[in-house]
Each structure stands twice: as structure tokens, then as C-alpha cells.
């Protein structure tokens, strides 16, 4: 098993930065992926950015140049830079994470962390 704790979100003007943080702890060798979802009430959760266990990433479209995924295998932590922010980017974010354990893919979530973009 695996539990994840968001820290960082908050309140911000548009154009300025926030730095989300996820641990995790528990069977932390076991993931082989973590990232960040986000969801707006009433919409579907949108799959923010993800980094392999190699430090690969990949990022929604919306995101692309603005966020910055990275991750700390040893640690268990990965965090998201989001500059330039933007209304749009006001969400809930989620910290996911992907591990097997006993030949199961597991799925894991934090409770979610809320970044508000407002002027």
C-alpha cells in the first residue's frame, strides 16, 4: 500500500508560481509512475503531468512550458512547478501514483490540494 500527501496549493494572481509537493510513504519502491491530475467541480479529472521512474515526463497540452514535473525516486516525493499561471488553471490537483505489487497494478491518490488562480 501506498499513501500520498499534497502540500503547496493555494491562492494566486494570474502570472505568478506555486510549487506542489507529494509524498509518499508505504511500499514507495513499488511505484513506477506519480504525477498530477486536476479537477474542476462538475468536469472529469484531467491528467496534469507524469514522470517515470527514469525521469521521463509527459504534460497535458494546456500546461506544456508552464509546469514543470519532477520526482524524487529515493525520496518518494514529486513535485510541480506551475509558473505563468492562469484562471484556468484553478482546480483541485490530485497526486497519483502507479505501482505493482504481487503482479497487481495498483492505482494510489492523495486527497488533493486547491490552487486558485484570481485577480
Known amino acids: 500500500q501506498v499513501q500520498l500527501v499534497e502540500s503547496g496549493g493555494g491562492s494566486v494572481q494570474p502570472g505568478g508560481s506555486l510549487r506542489l509537493s507529494c509524498q509518499a510513504s508505504?511500499?514507495?519502491?513499488?511505484?513506477?509512475?506519480m504525477g498530477w491530475y486536476r479537477q474542476v467541480p462538475g468536469m472529469q479529472r484531467e491528467r496534469v503531468a507524469m514522470v517515470d521512474s527514469g525521469g521521463t515526463t509527459s504534460y497535458a497540452d494546456s500546461v506544456k512550458g508552464r509546469f514543470t514535473a519532477s520526482r524524487d525516486n529515493a525520496k518518494g516525493t514529486v513535485y510541480l512547478q506551475m509558473n505563468n499561471l492562469d484562471f484556468e488553471d484553478t482546480a483541485v490537483y490530485y497526486c497519483?501514483?502507479?505501482?505493482?505489487?504481487?503482479?497487481?497494478?495498483?492505482?494510489?491518490w492523495g486527497q488533493g490540494t486547491q490552487v486558485t488562480v484570481s485577480s
Open positions: 497519483n501514483a502507479a505501482g505493482y505489487g504481487n503482479g497487481v497494478e495498483n492505482i494510489y
Open positions: 508505504g511500499s514507495i519502491l513499488s511505484i513506477y509512475l
